[in-house]
């Protein structure tokens, strides 16, 4: 191992302001005369974008697009999650590549920021559990990640320049647990601090969460990357723990003059090296030249997740599955050429694309298609919409594929509205007035308005599924695989109904979050406010009966941790998985809270008559707020609900829970 310390002492100023920025857009800078490399890192969350430095122009290589954090959430799987992981440290590995800069836990405040596709929730709890997960499952591997954006990078609207105003209690209970719970339970190699300002400074500079909550509080042991160009000021960041700028900048001179003239501490400096070459060894002890990785395989792999993943909203009459044997129409371009993943710098060249029709086709079903709309505008003409209604009228059954193009949603741009191409709409109640037997598929990488939901008999939410996506819906279209995904968002029926609509874009570079601690579902059930589908919401070609909710005790203190255990039979006919969702619901206090919150869930599969027993453990925390007066996590006494939800709107089953001083308990 090398004496990372000697080395800095050895470091020339101009090379200890080197280390502290990027090479060029990967890599950081190596001092070849003391014998140190280089880290290369890449792009993205659900695949790579690395570049090929063996060609001039650095062309990106292709590799496999998996689904994208949106629909992967989808999956309420941990496992999934790991072991996508897994796959992603295999092949950073087989490319070269130490730290994958991923996963994104920003909290989805509104779905209009374009970015969503990239993040797992609105629920910190869920996007946490997820994002450990996933970056246990990398690094697994011997590869790096680089948890992001820290924090409160809500939306791509004036991204590098808003401030995120936000009250404390809020910033500790939504914005921040997602980070801890990665933080704690698989400590990232890097963290990449967000573009955004909080409460008037630059995260890259904030030493408020960089150094008092990430580092001293959480235990974060790793190294704090810029966003690529979110440094402002090199020598408050260095100041504030931000390790590494990235990409290349021409400005190191402006830290050596810094330390020369007394307003940077060396020491400051030489903190930020030492987690520099830290990181430069951990990556090169781990580099295996010999690494290769299956291609094909890991296409399966993307092709499994997904199916995994996708959401069946509706399922009037039981519609789907289809049968192999049925007069099938798909129409609707994206059937042919799906959508597959968002735009930005996520954005992976992939290394082959499997359609729904191309797997209709391998499996040996037999459908008529018709494009409908134009795939890159999303509009239609006379011609394309004629045929789509003829071919509606002759089918058995249509499955209508529609949803966002691509230029509606990517980084560096929010959407203005939730609404579908106009087209779409328009086609789908043409459809279903021709055709009453008619499936929708949506591809899109956050919710949209549906205001033709009565019209089909089914809808089938794919998300942005990657490059396997086609195989994926049609296994679920014709019953080789049982949906089991489940919203990991709300989905308003209007965009209005969002709780931050007022407030979303700001006023200038001001960005309130007004609506505090009431995201996503936690403002719909408290408000009472029926959303189009609920947070956890998915159906099953399979029906689930709970029972038998036990509870360890009857009432506890606040240090006591509690058991909670349920019964989960399969009472249809095949086989299929349930997500299983444990909330807490204070009976009203003293304190304002949200109506009930996820602590905790399990994704189960069971055999047609099967019965599973689900545990669940309860810490303080899962009945905690944030105290702003002791600066801590607080419980306030009173009745509490243990409720058992099949979504956050429908509960399943409840037990109540009462938390009292331990001088109150009774001791049986």
């Not at 090169?284 to 997740?305: G, I, M, S, T, Y």
């Not at 729904?356 to 298609?369: F, H, N, S």
């Not at 965009?495 to 007004?514: C, I, K, M, Q, R």
Request: aromatic share 8%; hydrophobic share 40%; with cysteine.
């Amino acid at each position: 191992m090398n004496d990372i310390k000697k080395l800095i002492s050895e470091l020339t100023l101009e090379e200890k302001a080197g280390l502290t920025s990027g090479k060029d857009a990967w890599l950081t800078k190596a001092v070849e005369r003391l014998g140190i490399g280089q880290s290369r890192t890449s792009d993205g969350p659900h695949g790579l974008r690395a570049d090929d430095y063996s060609r001039p122009d650095h062309a990106t290589m292709p590799a496999v697009c998996f689904p994208t954090a949106v629909t992967t959430a989808a999956s309420f799987d941990r496992d999934m999650l790991y072991q996508l992981g897994e796959e992603l440290g295999t092949e950073c590995r087989a490319y070269g590549v130490d730290v994958l800069l991923g996963p994104g836990v920003n909290i989805k405040r509104s779905p209009l920021c374009g970015r969503n596709f990239e993040y797992f929730s609105e629920d910190p709890y869920l996007a946490g559990q997820l994002g450990a997960a996933f970056v246990n499952g990398v690094q697994s591997k011997g590869v790096g990640t680089s948890l992001k954006h820290f924090f409160a990078n809500s939306q791509e609207t004036r991204r590098f320049t808003s401030s995120s105003e936000i009250d404390e209690r809020t910033i500790r209970e939504i914005y921040l647990p997602a980070f801890e719970n990665v933080v704690k339970k698989a400590q990232p190699w890097t963290i990449m601090a967000s573009y955004n300002k909080i409460n008037r400074t630059y995260a890259t500079e904030n030493k408020k969460f960089i150094d008092e909550v990430l580092r001293k509080e959480w235990g974060f042991e790793g190294l704090v990357v810029s966003d690529w160009g979110a440094t402002h000021d090199r020598v408050a960041a260095i100041v504030a723990g931000t390790d590494l700028t990235m990409p290349a900048t021409d400005s190191d001179h402006v830290i050596v003059e810094a330390v020369k003239n007394g307003t940077l501490p060396e020491e400051a400096l030489d903190l930020c090296c030492e987690r520099v070459l830290e990181l430069v060894f951990k990556s090169e002890e781990h580099r295996d030249p010999n690494a290769k990785c299956d291609v094909e395989a890991a296409h399966q792999l993307a092709r499994k997740f997904a199916a995994n993943s996708l959401v069946l909203l509706k399922n009037d009459g039981k519609m789907l599955p289809l049968k192999k044997t049925d007069k099938v129409a798909f129409i609707g371009a994206f059937a042919e050429k799906p959508r597959l993943q968002g735009g930005g710098s996520s954005h992976i060249v992939e290394t082959k694309i499997t359609s729904a029709l191309e797997a209709a086709k391998e499996a040996g079903i037999d459908v008529e298609y018709a494009p409908a709309y134009n795939r890159e505008t999303g509009g239609t003409d006379d011609r394309l919409f004629a045929e789509a209604l003829e071919l509606a009228k002759t089918a058995e059954k249509v499955v209508l594929f529609i949803g966002l193009p691509d230029r509606m949603e990517s980084e560096g741009g929010d959407r203005q509205h939730i609404r579908l191409p106009e087209a779409h709409d328009l086609l789908v109640r043409a459809v279903c007035a021709l055709n009453p037997n008619t499936a929708v598929v949506l591809h899109n990488g956050s919710p949209v308005a549906m205001p033709w939901i009565d019209a089909p008999k089914a809808v089938l939410e794919a998300y942005l599924g990657g490059q396997a996506v086609g195989g994926a819906v049609v296994d679920i279209l014709f019953g080789d695989v049982n949906p089991s995904g489940r919203l990991a968002e709300s989905f308003p029926k209007k965009l209005e109904d969002n709780p931050s609509y007022l407030w979303y874009f700001g006023e200038g570079d001001t960005v309130t979050y007004n609506e505090g601690l009431f995201v996503g579902y936690r403002y719909y059930e408290t408000k009472k406010l029926e959303p189009l589908f609920p947070f956890g919401f998915g159906l099953s070609y399979t029906d689930f009966e709970y029972s038998n909710l036990r509870l360890s005790r009857w009432e506890m203190s606040e240090d006591m941790t509690l058991g909670v255990s349920v019964d989960v039979k399969n009472v249809g006919e095949v086989k299929g998985k349930e997500v299983v969702q444990l909330y807490v619901a204070p009976v009203r206090g003293k304190v304002i809270r949200p109506a009930k919150e996820l602590r905790d869930f399990a994704k189960i599969e069971l055999e047609p008559g099967e019965t599973k027993t689900v545990h669940f453990e309860l810490s303080k925390r899962a009945f905690a707020y944030w105290s702003v007066e002791k600066k801590d996590w607080a419980v306030e006494n009173g009745r509490y609900e243990i409720q058992i939800g099949r979504d956050s709107h429908n509960v399943a089953l409840s037990h109540g829970i009462a938390i009292k001083p331990e001088n109150e308990l009774h001791h049986w």
